[in-house]
T-cell receptor, first 113, second 113 residues
Framework: NAGVMQNPRHLVRRRGQEARLRCSPM?????VYWYRQLPEEGLKFMVY????????ESGMPKERFSAEFPKEGPSILRIQQVVRGDSAAYFC???????????FGEGSWLTVV | GESVGLHLPTLSVQEGDNSIINCAYS??????FIWYKQESGKGPQFIID?????DKRQGQRVTVLLNKTVKHLSLQIAATQPGDSAVYFC????????????FGTGTQLKVEL
C-alpha cells in the first residue's frame, strides 16, 4: 500500500515564476493537509482539504498561495510569483477522516533563486 | 498565541540507554497529541499518539506520557539504537484528531556508539 506520494521532490524556481506541488494521498484517504517547514523549524499548518472542498485554509498566506483537491487527480499546492522567502520544504499528509492520525509524504523541497 | 515547545533542543544518549524527550504545551484545550520522527531530507514519520482521556500509551520500544495538569508530554524510547537518531517533534491539536496540528520546534536525538 503506497504511502503519500509527493512530486516533484525538489524544485528550483526563479523569483517571479510559479511553483506547483502535487500530492496523492494514501489509498482510501480523502482528507489532505499541506504543511510548510522552514530550515530548522517545526512544520506549520497551511491548509486542510477534502475532495473538491477547502475545509480550513487559516494557515495559507493571503496572497500568491492556493490549494485544490479535485474530484479526480492529486491535490495541488500552487505558489504564484515565488519569492526567496517561499524556499522551504512543503509536506503533504493524508488521513481517512478528519479525526485520525495523519501520515506525511516525503516532501517537496522548493528553492527560489 | 498558543504554542507547543520542547525543553531540550539536543539530546545525546549512549546506545542501549533509554531516551526521554520532553515537550510542553500551553493550550489547555488540546485533546490530541502525537510524536513524529524526522530524518534529514525526509518527511515526518508517525511514532505514537495519545488522546487527552489517557495518560500513558505504549508502542514498540516507545511510551508516551501525558500530564494534563502541568501540560507536559514526553516520549520515552527504550534501548536507544543508532537508527533512532533523528529530530523528534511533538504536535498537538484541539480537534480530536490529526488535522491542523501545531508542531513544536523539535529535539535532535543523537545516539552515541
Amino acid at each position: 500500500n503506497a504511502g503519500v506520494m509527493q512530486n516533484p521532490r525538489h524544485l528550483v524556481r526563479r523569483r517571479g515564476q510559479e511553483a506547483r506541488l502535487r500530492c496523492s494521498p494514501m489509498k482510501g484517504h480523502s482528507h489532505v493537509y499541506w504543511y510548510r517547514q522552514l530550515p530548522e523549524e517545526g512544520l506549520k499548518f497551511m491548509v486542510y482539504l477534502q475532495k473538491e472542498n477547502i475545509i480550513d485554509e487559516s494557515g495559507m498566506p493571503k496572497e500568491r498561495f492556493s490549494a485544490e483537491f479535485p474530484k479526480e487527480g492529486p491535490s495541488i499546492l500552487r505558489i504564484q510569483q515565488v519569492v526567496r522567502g517561499d524556499s522551504a520544504a512543503y509536506f503533504c499528509a493524508s488521513s481517512p477522516t478528519g479525526a485520525d492520525t495523519i501520515y506525511f509524504g516525503e516532501g517537496s523541497w522548493l528553492t527560489v533563486v | 498565541g498558543e504554542s507547543v515547545g520542547l525543553h531540550l533542543p539536543t539530546l545525546s544518549v549512549q546506545e542501549g540507554d533509554n531516551s526521554i524527550i520532553n515537550c510542553a504545551y500551553s493550550n489547555s484545550a488540546s485533546d490530541y497529541f502525537i510524536w513524529y520522527k524526522q530524518e534529514s531530507g525526509k518527511g515526518p514519520q508517525f511514532i505514537i499518539d495519545i488522546r487527552s482521556n489517557m495518560d500513558k500509551r505504549q508502542g514498540q520500544r516507545v511510551t508516551v506520557l501525558l500530564n494534563k495538569t502541568v501540560k507536559h508530554l514526553s516520549l520515552q524510547i527504550a534501548a536507544t539504537q543508532p537508527g533512532d537518531s533523528a529530530v523528534y517533534f511533538c504536535a498537538e491539536s484541539t480537534t480530536g484528531g490529526g488535522n491542523k496540528l501545531t508542531f513544536g520546534t523539535g529535539t535532535q536525538l543523537k545516539v552515541e556508539l
